[in-house]
């Protein structure tokens, strides 16, 4: 029988760093996520307190792709049905969706871009410098709830001159109909629907008996590809817009982070797989399945 009095048993020394070396090997921390919003002015300033225990977001410094003629807006009258403050409402509600994010898998960052000028104009070419900006900042998405009214005649030539090169996932509000925006009007770049474009359409409701809608001034209905609540209780932005916000943080929910940041199709792949249809009430001329995750 050999003693061991009076040694030293490394065992449980080597047992412990052998378990420790294996956890941090597994470990995996908060990925780095970033995002371009593109809208109007942002009025970042008036988004405090961003961080929180299961998220940390940042906004970076808003950019200008208007070539020198962005809005200039007084963030301290910001109202929600001034058009020229939907950026701001954009981003907050954003922003609190994705401070709900229940684990922290995601450092944040945003990157506002305002592609809509002094007149409240956006064009083919704001778009363009926005998107070429969101490259360059390398974003891993591009969320817009906007869209220009459609020119049939520019299809080809916008499709070749920039779209054919530009691959970043990218949520886009199909677009409502009303004002200045007429029923059956397209809009661009919804129209082209490009494969890495993920339209997103809002519904009604729910009512009194849990029924939810279809929204008939939905435009591009065609090309949509997934529907979420038009209104929440935590925010003053409704429609479409809120709707993508909801879009947007859903995916993060529904899918890994390998997924969401993974190269070829592994997005596409987990939105499919999570995919559910939803019961909307809609006249015959919409439609029959409708989809969410």
């Known amino acids: ?124 070419a704001y778009w363009e410098t926005a998107l070429q900006l969101a490259k360059k900042e390398k974003v891993d998405f591009v969320i817009a709830a906007a869209g220009i009214a459609f020119d049939p005649h520019q299809k080809q030539q916008l499709e070749s001159t920039f779209w054919q090169d530009f691959t970043l996932p990218i949520f886009l509000s199909a677009g409502n109909w009303g004002g200045k925006i007429k029923e059956k009007m397209q809009l661009w770049p919804q129209v082209l629907h490009r494969p890495n474009m993920i339209v997103i359409g809002d519904y009604l409701g729910p009512n009194g008996n849990g029924q939810i809608f279809f929204n008939k001034s939905l435009l591009n209905v065609e090309i949509i590809d997934y529907y979420f609540p038009s209104q929440h209780p935590d925010y003053l932005l409704t429609g479409n817009s809120l709707a993508v916000s909801l879009a947007f943080s859903g995916m993060l929910k529904v899918c890994s982070s390998a997924e969401v940041l993974g190269e070829g199709n592994k997005l596409e792949g987990c939105l499919k797989a999570k995919k559910k249809t939803l019961k ?7 439609p029959e399945k409708y989809f969410t995750y």
């Open 1 to 124: 029988m050999i003693s061991t009095k009076g040694k030293f048993n490394a065992y449980p020394l080597l047992l412990f760093f052998i378990l420790f070396l294996s956890y941090d090997a597994l470990a995996v921390g908060p990925q780095a996520i970033s995002l371009a919003l593109l809208d109007t002015g942002h009025c970042i300033k008036k988004l405090a307190n961003l961080n929180n225990d299961r998220s940390v977001i940042k906004i970076v410094e808003a950019q200008d792709a208007t070539r020198g003629r962005p809005a200039v807006v007084d963030c301290e009258k910001a109202q929600v049905r001034d058009k020229k403050y939907h950026g701001y409402f954009m981003l907050q509600s954003l922003v609190g969706e994705l401070k709900k994010l229940s684990t922290p898998a995601y450092l944040i960052t945003i990157v506002p871009i305002q592609i809509f000028d002094k007149e409240g104009i956006s064009k083919s």
């Open 280 to 286: 909307i009430s809609a006249p015959a001329k919409f």
